[in-house]
Nanobody, 117 residues
Framework: HVQLVESGGGLVQPGVSLRLSCAASGSVVRINAMGWYRQAPGKKRELVAT???????NYADSVKGRFTISRDNAKNTVYLQMNSLKPEDTAVYYC???????????WGQGAQVTVSS
């Protein structure tokens, strides 16, 4: 099994940058892909970005060119660099790990990101 702990959320103004981190512990060798999802008030949880163990990344259209996902396998940590933040990026951001032969999903506790002037 895997435990995920996010950090780095906060309140920022539009246009600035923020970086989220997610540290994994437990049976990390069996983690396949990792990623970030977000859920805004009154909306469904949506994919933001994912990255495979080999480093292949995938992004939602709404964040392409602004957000970058990266992964440090030695530290068992995945990052989400968010640039040019917009008010519509306001949400709780959840770290996700896809684990084992049956692709079991594990989730972090969530990190609030609020973009407001």
């Amino acid at each position: 099994h895997v435990q995920l702990v996010e950090s780095g959320g906060g309140l920022v103004q539009p246009g600035v940058s923020l970086r989220l981190s997610c540290a994994a512990s437990g049976s990390v060798v069996r983690i396949n892909a990792m990623g970030w999802y977000r859920q805004a008030p009154g909306k469904k949880r949506e994919l933001v970005a994912t990255i495979t163990r080999g480093g292949s990344a995938n992004y939602a259209d709404s964040v392409k060119g602004r957000f970058t996902i990266s992964r440090d396998n030695a530290k068992n940590t995945v990052y989400l660099q968010m640039n040019s933040l917009k008010p519509e990026d306001t949400a709780v951001y959840y770290c996700n790990a896809v684990w084992g032969n049956f692709n079991i999903n594990y989730w972090g506790q969530g990190a609030q990101v609020t973009v407001s002037s």
